[in-house]
């Protein structure tokens, strides 16, 4: 019986995994000015939105690996070593499941322990990506979008098509794509409806930090898909106190109705029949400390109100 039950644990444990990427990562090398390897130096990353600390230790290779740091940021790394001068690299943005290479050489410091700041852009490498598009929370807010579906914001990466069949990727249907959002499985398996739930909108827009699309990953921790890998997490608060009120409407004000040539009057002889649609997203999103430094909340409200029109054609008599 106890070796049922740790069969079925092992099982729920390896299926709650598969293609769950909700965090992000920073690594590199640590050196000398002689090309040694530092071995003992901390490198610490700070998220300066909520100034949470994330601590490493480079090992006898030079090698430091910072995990399951959340997607966004910016970030400030600090490399420390007595003896040697500190030095910090500023404005650090992540995107989900990338692995930010920090590589850096750190300068004997004889007379004492100043500090030096380092700003610059660094160098992305997704070595454990492979064929994945990353999307951020930008560029979410600024994607033209009338449906206001996740969707349009798979549909910017290159091996994503919208399909007859839905929307697919990687040359799959999408009933072969795995979907989640801070973990959870939102894809539709059994091919009933559209390819996500809620017609494309399990969730607001507003509400997505960013967003990975993942083709042919090397990273053994995400499977259990043929087409593509949609890994999306969600905002968390800051230490900043932030309101966000948005309303997207679309009706039959924003319709044309005339077609054809203008008469010698310049009057459209014919007019299309409208039926009475309407359709207006109304949202509120806020987000902030309960505890600074410690403790956030983020919560998103969104309602929809749609009106769309009845038969409108007549049958042949």
Excluded: C, W
Excluded at 114 to 130: C, D, H, K, R, W
Excluded at 264 to 273: A, S, V, W
């Amino acid at each position: 019986m106890k070796k049922l039950l740790t069969l079925f644990i092992t099982i729920m444990a390896t299926v709650t995994m598969m293609a769950q990427m909700t965090t992000s990562s920073i690594s590199g090398i640590v050196t000398d000015e002689n090309d040694h390897f530092l071995q003992g130096a901390t490198v610490t990353a700070t998220d300066v939105s909520t100034s949470t600390p994330y601590h490493a230790v480079v090992d006898v290779n030079g090698v430091y690996r910072l995990q399951n740091l959340r997607p966004g940021g910016p970030y400030t790394v600090t490399f420390h070593m007595i003896g040697y001068e500190t030095q910090t690299v500023n404005n650090i943005k992540l995107s989900l499941g990338e692995n930010k290479i920090i590589n850096v050489t750190m300068f004997v410091d004889a007379i004492n322990l100043m500090e030096v700041t380092i700003s610059a852009e660094t160098p992305s490498a997704n070595l454990s990506q492979g064929s994945a598009t990353a999307i951020s929370s930008e560029q979410i807010t600024t994607l033209p979008s009338v449906t206001r579906s996740i969707n349009d914001v798979i549909a910017l990466s290159p091996y994503a098509a919208n399909t007859s069949n839905g929307l697919a990727i990687g040359g799959g249907n999408y009933r072969q794509s795995y979907v989640t959002i801070d973990g959870a499985s939102f894809h539709n398996a059994y091919g009933i409806g559209s390819n996500l739930p809620a017609g494309g909108t399990p969730i607001s827009l507003e509400s997505l930090e960013s967003v990975s699309i993942s083709v042919a990953p090397f990273d053994v921790r995400q499977s259990g898909f043929t087409g593509g890998s949609v890994n999306a997490v969600t905002k968390s608060g800051t230490n900043q106190f932030h309101v966000s009120l948005y309303d997207y409407y679309k009706g039959n004000a924003f319709v044309g109705t005339h077609f054809g040539h203008k008469d010698e009057n310049g009057q459209y002889p014919d007019n299309l029949m409208l039926g009475k649609a309407r359709q207006n997203t109304l949202g509120l999103a806020i987000g902030g400390p309960i505890v600074k430094n410690k403790l956030f909340y983020y919560v998103n409200f969104e309602f929809e109100n749609k009106e769309e029109s009845g038969q409108m054609r007549y049958a042949r008599k």
